[in-house]
């Protein structure tokens, strides 16, 4: 079946670092890809997503390419802020379009 | 406001006891679905709904049930909850036509604790 595997964190960052958060997948057909923000407290939100290979979804900054090759959805930010501490996981919907499975979570630390 | 609506969101319950955790979507979404949340293992799907009347099982389905009778409601049954079901829950919903392809819009989530 379909899986996310996410880099596993936390990942702990001072303000105006670089940050990447790994992302690889495994799915039949041709999956869309997402990233999924959940701030303290809070459900999740949609922060970008591609929808086919090549594709670069980018948002607040956030960026992430659909890499069909090396089947890989990783999420970058030039600079990160304090206000971008938050859990992020990556997901995949099945091309049936039915079910969304989501990678482990990867928690954001921002210090100032 | 376009919200999705989650009651209660905080539930204290003992093994057994039936408990029905309600969704509500003001958006005419078709697809709506549940998860639940457990540290390390991100979210998993329980049940999905891609219209009413259509209901299918995610991925942890045992000891869930749900149902869809009108397009804005797609309640979460526990029928005997065991303690392996204290976790965090969230219902999405999103536009017809992709399922979860779309943008899925989620609620606060319910923390239930089953002792």
């Known amino acids: 079946g379909d899986s996310v595997t996410q880099m596993e964190g936390p990942v702990t960052l001072s303000e105006e670092a670089f940050l990447t958060i790994n992302c690889t997948y495994t799915a039949t057909g041709y999956p869309s890809l997402f990233w999924y923000v959940q701030y303290p407290g809070e459900g999740l939100q949609l922060l970008l997503k591609a929808t086919k290979a090549d594709d670069k979804g980018s948002n607040k900054g956030f960026e992430a390419t659909y890499r069909k090759e090396t089947t890989s959805f990783h999420l970058e930010k030039g600079s990160v802020q304090v206000s971008d501490s938050a859990v992020y996981f990556c997901a995949l919907a099945s091309g049936s379009a039915r079910q969304l499975t989501f990678g482990s979570g990867t928690q954001l630390t921002v210090l100032p | 406001e376009a919200q999705v609506t989650q009651n209660p969101r905080y539930l204290i319950t003992v093994t057994g006891k039936k408990l029905t955790v309600t969704c509500s979507q003001n958006?005419?979404?078709?697809?709506m679905s549940w998860y639940r949340q457990d540290p390390g293992l991100g979210l998993r799907q329980i049940y999905y709904s891609m219209n009413v009347e259509v209901t299918d099982k995610g991925d942890v389905p045992e000891g869930y049930k749900v149902s869809r009778k009108e397009k804005r409601n797609f309640p979460l049954i526990l029928e005997s909850p065991s303690p392996n079901q204290t976790s965090l829950y969230f219902c999405?919903?999103?536009?017809?036509?992709?399922?979860?392809?779309?943008?899925?819009?989620f609620g606060p989530g319910t923390r239930l604790t089953v002792l």
């Open positions: 999405a919903s999103s536009t017809s036509g992709q399922g979860s392809r779309d943008t899925q819009y």
């Open positions: 958006m005419n979404h078709e697809y």
